[in-house]
């Protein structure tokens, strides 16, 4: 955990406390006092000090670590995606190469039939360059953005996967979900002909309401295949955990996994035969 201006506030609070009484005590106190005074403040600020290293040292040394692992992560998907193009930047708002390696890795797995996705960007293009690579499969990723969804089609293209990937232009509107209105993809446009396989939950982004990506599984669970596999990027934000809580919640037989990533993630498995994927009414 990084230094924080309260930590320096309480450190530097301390020490005035014991400087304060310190000089209060030097008029009726003797100079072996006052010496002692001093050195107890001298020795907050140094352990202070002391402290402060150690957090940014642990701080530095997580960054190293982590760039090595997404460093790693690339190398995987360039050996395993064999792409016909660079890949683009994976910048802060994309999905982390460690993720995309997971994702990839579950679709070389299992070969999903169909893929819905919840978001498009950087990861509908290597989840399509993953079904290529399995040989079979396609995704639809929803996308409420004319922009990103323009730009996600003509990276598809310059990539030559059209044939694997589909973006679904799907604006938000206010959907009802248990007495509650919430901002979600416009379903009208999802033409699904068979059960979803894999369904990754990327979007919309979080600051379009409080627990943006909750209706996700509300709305989509009866389109899941028994044992489908669902990601939720992000999941190291508080609303993404509180979204898996109120899901296995209402999902009786849902089961879910925390993926320790860059960003955090997890990966939770429809229920199968005997756990009937319905909400429950709690």
């Known amino acids: 955990m990084l230094v924080k201006v309260k930590d320096w506030l309480a450190v530097l609070t301390c020490a005035l406390c014991l400087l304060a009484a310190t000089l209060a005590a030097s008029a009726y106190s003797t100079a072996l006092a006052v010496c002692t005074g001093f050195a107890l403040s001298a020795a907050v600020l140094l352990l202070a000090t002391m402290e402060v290293y150690r957090r940014l040292r642990a701080y530095a040394d997580s960054r190293v670590w982590n760039s090595l692992r997404q460093a790693e992560s690339l190398f995987y998907l360039f050996?395993?995606?064999r792409p016909d193009q660079p890949f683009p930047p994976c910048?802060?708002?994309?999905?982390?190469?460690?993720?995309?390696?997971e994702i990839t890795q579950l679709v070389l797995d299992e070969k999903p039939e169909l893929v819905l996705e919840a978001g498009s960007g950087v990861s509908t293009l290597f989840v399509a360059y993953a079904l290529r690579s399995a040989g079979q499969g396609r995704v639809m990723s929803l996308e409420h953005s004319p922009e990103y969804a323009d730009l996600s089609e003509k990276l598809l293209a310059s990539h030559g996967l059209k044939?694997?990937?589909?973006?679904?232009?799907?604006?938000?509107k206010r959907t009802g979900i248990?007495?509650?209105?919430?901002?979600?993809?416009?379903?009208?446009?999802?033409?699904?002909d068979q059960p979803v396989d894999l369904f990754i939950v990327d979007g919309p982004p979080a600051p379009v309401q409080?627990?943006?990506?909750?209706?996700?599984?509300?709305?989509l669970h009866g389109r899941l295949r028994e044992g489908a596999?669902?990601?939720?990027?992000?999941?190291?934000?508080?609303?993404?955990?509180?979204?898996?809580?109120m899901w296995c919640r209402e999902f009786p037989g849902?089961?879910?996994?925390?993926?320790?990533?860059?960003?955090?993630?997890?990966?939770l498995r429809a229920p199968r035969a005997g756990h009937p994927a319905q909400p429950s009414s709690g």
């Open 91 to 101: 910048d802060a708002g994309a999905a982390s190469p460690d993720l995309l390696r």
């Open 210 to 219: 409080r627990l943006a990506r909750y209706p996700a599984l509300p709305l």
């Open 254 to 267: 849902l089961q879910c996994r925390f993926l320790p990533l860059e960003k955090g993630a997890f990966l």
């Open 163 to 172: 044939d694997y990937a589909t973006v679904v232009r799907a604006p938000l």
């Open 229 to 245: 596999a669902i990601i939720l990027d992000d999941g190291c934000r508080e609303d993404e955990k509180e979204i898996v809580a």
């Open 79 to 81: 050996f395993r995606l």
């Open 178 to 192: 248990a007495g509650r209105d919430w901002l979600w993809y416009d379903l009208g446009a999802l033409k699904l």
